[in-house]
């Protein structure tokens, strides 16, 4: 059997064993030993399996995900996300889905300091859903609104699929994390724009609030301090260069601590719970890390990737829709997967077929950091798209009053957003670089 052929039959494997519901880190792991084994030796299995968990595990700049994630727990369990959404519905509540609009400001400031959507998801649709729900909100909205913002935790930095994606294309996460942060922000105007233009289309779905006090306005407002000094310090240091992202990662742990310590709502428990979680998902990661380690070298040896990049070259079509049948791909990969583990997987055998396509005149390390903005831009799309969706599991999981089908049809006028914002990165690498110019060059 040639490569490729044990090359399509591994993916094939991995994605029947997804299929089965089979932990996306063995569905990987398994067809990548069989296949690394079919094409050398017992012997070579075994060398390779015993020093890739130890080449993996020991990188230091893996720290990262960790104590980003850390931050994100202490966030959450310090109550810093209640003040966030208090603080943007004490200022907007008051117009026609106005809380809508509120929770996807909450939901992008505290994607600032997390890095999850599932856990900004959670997070935000804990505190803005009872809210919401006793204002006569409708659920189709509600959830819709939830779920979307949710997506908000990966797209503006820190995100843990674009430290992974640094990682593996050996790129720079200050650099990265810079690239996204204006169309992070176009995504969060984007969703409050589009709630607006579905609370006037369908007025009945959402009720405003009663307008606060000003005064009240203010207290809200000044409840948010605490998070905003952690991402001054934290973002400003790493893009002055003060110190690199994984200490600014440190940084922001201790400044969440310390701020939930502060407001006296971090107990013991709180911070049990937060090195527990942070811990599991963690844990979840670097499983996922292994099994994609093992397919993606059996796929190395397949010589898939150099063929791939070889074939893509000499294709007879502009570059951009070669660039654009790759999002596309990874919108459908996203029906079956999550976002990181379509990261682990795909740029392996992805990015040398980009790098290698002359693209608006960009340099490698320009191309590789629009590329990269590109790819998280559309793998969030497969965390609100069904059939999948996980960010609407993680919702309705919350929200159990309103049906799945309803949290869905929420969600469609927000995936016209998305697609657009794509384009509009697509056809304007200035919107993600511009920002890298700026800062670093």
């Not at 075994?46 to 960790?66: C, E, F, H, M, Q």
């Not at 000044?222 to 260069?241: C, E, H, M, N």
């Amino acid at each position: 059997m040639s490569g490729t052929t044990i090359g399509i039959v591994m993916f094939s494997a991995m994605l029947v064993l997804m299929a089965l519901r089979v932990p996306i880190a063995a569905a990987m792991f398994i067809p990548g030993a069989i296949g690394y084994w079919a094409m050398t030796s017992d012997l070579a299995l075994l060398n390779t399996l015993k020093g890739s968990a130890v080449a993996r595990l020991t990188v230091y700049d893996l720290s990262v995900i960790p104590l980003f994630l850390l931050m994100g727990q202490f966030a959450t369990q310090g109550g810093l996300s209640r003040d966030l959404f208090r603080a943007a519905a004490a200022f907007i509540g008051h117009i026609r889905g106005g809380l809508g609009m509120a929770a996807v400001m909450a939901a992008a400031a505290f994607g600032a300091v997390c890095g999850s959507s599932v856990a900004t998801s959670a997070t935000i649709a804990q505190v803005a859903y009872p809210e919401m729900k006793a204002h006569g909100y409708a659920g189709r909205l509600s959830t819709g609104v939830l779920a979307t913002s949710g997506s908000l935790g990966i797209l503006i930095p820190p995100s843990v699929p674009l430290v992974v994606y640094a990682i593996l294309t050996e790129q720079n996460i200050a650099k990265l994390f810079a690239a996204a942060f204006v169309p992070g922000m176009i995504a969060a105007l984007g969703y409050i724009v589009v709630t607006a233009i579905y609370c006037r289309v369908r007025p009945d779905l959402a009720q405003p609030a009663e307008p606060l006090p000003w005064r009240e306005r203010w207290k809200a407002l000044a409840g948010v301090w605490p998070i905003a000094t952690v991402f001054v310090v934290v973002f400003g240091g790493i893009y002055l260069g003060v110190f690199t992202p994984t200490e600014g990662a440190a940084v922001g742990a201790l400044g969440t601590f310390v701020a939930g310590l502060v407001k006296r709502e971090l107990t013991l428990q709180g911070i049990r719970n937060a090195f527990l979680g942070m811990a599991e998902t963690s844990a979840m990661v670097f499983m996922i890390f292994l099994g994609a380690d093992m397919m993606n070298a059996s796929l190395a040896l397949t010589q898939m990737p150099a063929n791939l990049a070889q074939w893509v070259a000499g294709l007879d079509i502009a570059p951009l829709v070669v660039v654009a049948c790759v999002l596309v791909f990874y919108v459908i990969l996203g029906c079956v997967m999550d976002e990181l583990s379509m990261v682990l997987l795909t740029i392996p055998v992805l990015f040398p077929a980009i790098m290698g396509l002359e693209l608006w005149n960009l340099d490698l390390q320009e191309k590789a950091i629009w590329f990269g903005v590109l790819v998280l831009m559309v793998v969030q799309i497969g965390l609100i798209a069904p059939p999948v969706g996980l960010n609407v599991y993680v919702v309705n999981s919350i929200c159990k009053d309103v049906p799945m089908v309803e949290t869905y049809k929420g969600v469609l006028p927000f995936l016209l957003s998305d697609v657009l914002r794509v384009a509009m990165l697509l056809f304007v690498p200035a919107l993600s670089l511009g920002a890298v110019w700026w800062l670093f060059d």
